[in-house]
C-alpha cells in the first residue's frame, strides 16, 4: 500500500508531556549511541543475566558473518524465566492465556519455570543434544511458548513451523534443517471447532526417510488421533510427568538459538538463523523502550502468531526476558463474533496493544462502534507492525482504538533484522500518521538509490532503497545451509559499501523521516504475511492443467496486497472456468496454505515476456491493479495484453 500524504511534515504527532515524564527513554539515548555504538550495545546487553561476562562487542572480520559478544556465554531461557523467579518475582504472572473456545488458564513465571524444566529434562531423556534441531508446529497454547524455551534452554535450535502451512512446506522445513523432533497439537480449535493437526505431521512424514525420530504431541482438542508406535508420543504421558527442576547451562552468545523459514524471491524458503546473545538484547531493548514497557505494571498484548518473527521477538523472547505479564490469545479476532479482541482487553486490563495494520483496516471495516462499545481506557500504547500503515488507518487506530491520546508505535523489521529497527520512541520522538520515522538509537538506516547515493528530502517521487549500514546485534547470522544465498540475497547489492539491502523502497521526507512503501522484490505482503511470488507460482504449474503461471501482488484495502494469477492452460485441462479457478485456488492452499490463496486467478492466453523471456510482472500490476499500460517496450509482442484483457473479460 502506498503512502499518499504530500504534507506529512506538517501532520506530526508530538509525545504528550504526560507520556514523556514518565517514559523509559530519552533523547539521550539517540546521543550516546551516536557516540560510542559499540558502547551502547555492550550497555543493553547488560540488560541480560550473562554467565560469562563478553569482554568483546562486534567482530565484523567476516563480514557479513557478524558476532556480537562472542566470547560471553548466557543461556537464553534463564533469561527469560529463572531469574524473575529468583529475583523474586515467582508469582507474577508471566502469560495470560486465552483458549478461542472461551477457556484460560495463567501461568506465573514459578509455573513457566516448572514447565520448561520438565520439557527439558524429558528432551534430555529423548536423547537430544546442543545444537540439534526440533521443528514446533502447534497453534498459539502454553506449550508451544514451553516448547520454545525448552529448546533454547538445552542449546536445541527450533524451528517454528506456521500451524496453518500445508504437510509438504512442513516436511520441506522438517528436511532443510534436517530436524529430529516435531512438537505438534492433537489438532488445533478454528472458530468453534476441532480441527486435527497431527495428521498434517503424518502426512508430511509419510514419505521416504526422514531425520525425524519422534513426533511428541500436545493434547489441545481431544480429536481421536492415531499415534504411531515408537516414534509417537503424548506430551500429557511423558514431559508432564517429568521433573520439574533442571540447571540451565551456559552456551556461547553465538550459539544458534532459531531457524525461521520465510519467502525470498525464489520458490525455496530461507531458513534465517538467529544466534542468542545479540538477538535477546535487542529483542529485550526494543521491547523495552518502543513499547515504553514497566514490569509488573503493564499488561502487554502481542496479537500475532509464533509461526512469524513477530511471535519470536515480541511474544517470546523480548517480552519474557523483561518479565513482562502478558496476554496470549489462540483464535482469531471474530469468534465468536467481533467483540473478542476488546473484550481480551477490557477483561485483562490490556496497557499495550501490538498488531498488524491490516487487522486495524478489517477493524474499521466492521465498525468503530464494536470496540466503542468497551472500556479500553487501560490501553495507552498501541503499535504496528507487518507492512506500512496507511495514514487514514493509523488515525482511525489512535481515534477509536487509543482514545485520541495514546501514542503509537509504526515499527518496522524483518525476520532477518530479528528484532525492530525503524520506530518513534514513545515519549521522547514525534509520530507521523504512515511513517516508521527514525532508525532507533544504536541502528542506522540509509535511504539510497540504484547506486548508493543518498536520495534528496522531501522528493516524494524519488523513490529510494533501505539500506542497513551497519551491522546490529540482532541480524540474522546467515541463510541455513546456504552461505552464497546469504551473500546474494542481501549483501551483493551494495557490495562495495558492504550495506545490507533490506528489499523495500524508502523515501525520506522533508524532515529527514523515514518512509517504507514496501516491497520491491518479488515478494508479496498478504496481511503481513512474506509470500513469494514464485512460490504461488511453482504451486500451480504443479497442477497438470497449468502450463504457466505468473503471479502479482495488487494492492488490497484491507490485506495491504492480494494475490492475483494469470495461468496458461495446458491441453490436458479438464474443466475450464469457474471449477477450474476453483481447483486452482484450493490447490494453492494445499500446497502452502491458505493464507497463499490467491484472491484472483486469471486464465489467459499468453504472458508478457521481455526478450530475454523474463515475465513482465510490473506490467501484469497494472493489469490487475486496472491502471494504464506503463512502459510495454521492451516486451516480445506488446500485443498480449489485448488478448490478456479479453481473457480477463
Ligand atoms: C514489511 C515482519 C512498512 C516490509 C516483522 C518488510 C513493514 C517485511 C513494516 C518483513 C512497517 C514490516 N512498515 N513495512 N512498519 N514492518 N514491513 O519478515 O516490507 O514477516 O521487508 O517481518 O514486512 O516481513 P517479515
Known sequence: MTTDSSAEHLDAYPPSAE?????????????????????????????????????????????????????????????????????????????????????SRDLTYSDLLAEVSRAANYLTGLGL???????????????????????????????????????SALRQRVDDAAAKLVITTDGQWRRGKPAPLKTAVDEALAEGDSTVEHVLVVRRTGLDTPMVEGRDLWWDETVALAFPEHEAQAFDAEHPLFILYTSGTTGKPKGILHTSGGYLTQAAYTHHYVFDHKPGRDVYWCTADIGWVTGHSYIVYGPLANRVTEVVYEGTPNFPDEHRHWQIIEKYGVSIYYTAPTLVRTFMKWGREIPQAHDLSSLRLLGSVGEPINPEAWRWYRDVVGGNKTPIVDTWWQTETGAIMISPLPGVTHAKPGAAMTPLPGISA????????????????????????????????????????????????????????????????????????????????????????????????????????????????????????????????????????????????????????????????????????????????????????????????????????????
Not at 526440533?134 to 506456521?162: C, D, K, Q, W
Not at 502479482?552 to 490485506?559: F, I, K, L, M, Q
Open 19 to 103: 507520556f514523556a515524564a514518565a517514559a523509559n527513554g530519552d533523547a539521550s539515548l539517540y546521543d550516546r549511541a551516536g557516540a560510542d555504538r559499540e558502547g551502547f550495545w555492550a550497555e543493553q546487553a547488560r540488560r541480560l543475566h550473562w554467565h560469562q561476562p563478553f569482554t568483546q562487542v562486534l567482530d565484523w572480520t567476516d563480514a557479513p558473518f557478524a558476532k556480537w559478544f562472542a566470547d560471553g556465554k548466557l543461556n537464553v531461557a534463564y533469561n527469560c524465566v529463572d531469574r524473575h523467579v529468583l529475583d523474586g518475582h515467582g508469582d507474577q504472572v508471566a502469560i495470560h492465556w486465552e483458549g478461542e473456545p472461551g477457556d
Open 446 to 649: 540509509k535511504v539510497v538509490d540504484e547506486e548508493g547515493n543518498p536520495v534528496e528530502l522531501g522528493e516524494t517521487e524519488a523513490n529510494g532503497y533501505l539500506v542497513l549500514d551497519h551491522p546490529w546485534p540482532s541480524m540474522l547470522r546467515g541463510i541455513w545451509g546456504d552461505n552464497e544465498r546469504y551473500r546474494e540475497t542481501y549483501w551483493a547489492r551494495y557490495a562495495e559499501k558492504g550495506w545490507y539491502f533490506a528489499g523495500d523502497g524508502a523515501k525520506l521526507d522533508k524532515d529527514g523521516d523515514l518512509w517504507v512503501l514496501g516491497r520491491v522484490d518479488d515478494v508479496m505482503n498478504v496481511s503481513g504475511h512474506r509470500i513469494s511470488t514464485a512460490e504461488v507460482e511453482s504451486a500451480l504449474v504443479g497442477h497438470t492443467g497449468v502450463a504457466e503461471a505468473a503471479v502479482v501482488g495488487a494492492s488490497d484495502d484491507t490485506t495491504g496486497q492480494g494475490i492475483v494469477a494469470f495461468v496458461i492452460l495446458t491441453a490436458e485441462a479438464k474443466n475450464t472456468g469457474d471449477d477450474l479457478v476453483a481447483e486452482l485456488k484450493a490447490e494453492v492452499s494445499r500446497e502452502i496454505s491458505p493464507i497463499a490463496r490467491p484472491r484472483e486467478i486469471h486464465v489467459v492466453p499468453e504472458l508478457p515476456k521481455t526478450r530475454s523471456g523474463k515475465i513482465m510482472r510490473r506490467l501484469l500490476r497494472d493489469v490487475a491493479e486496472g491502471r494504464e499500460l506503463g512502459d510495454t517496450s521492451t516486451l516480445v509482442d506488446p500485443n498480449v495484453f489485448e488478448a490478456i484483457r479479453a481473457g480477463n473479460a
Open 129 to 167: 543434544v546442543a545444537g540439534d534441531r526440533v521443528a514446533i508446529y502447534m497453534p498459539m497454547v502454553p506449550e508451544a511458548i514451553v516448547a520454545m524455551l525448552a529448546s533454547a534452554r538445552l542449546g536445541l535450535t527450533h524451528s517454528v513451523v506456521f500451524a496453518g502451512f500445508s504437510p
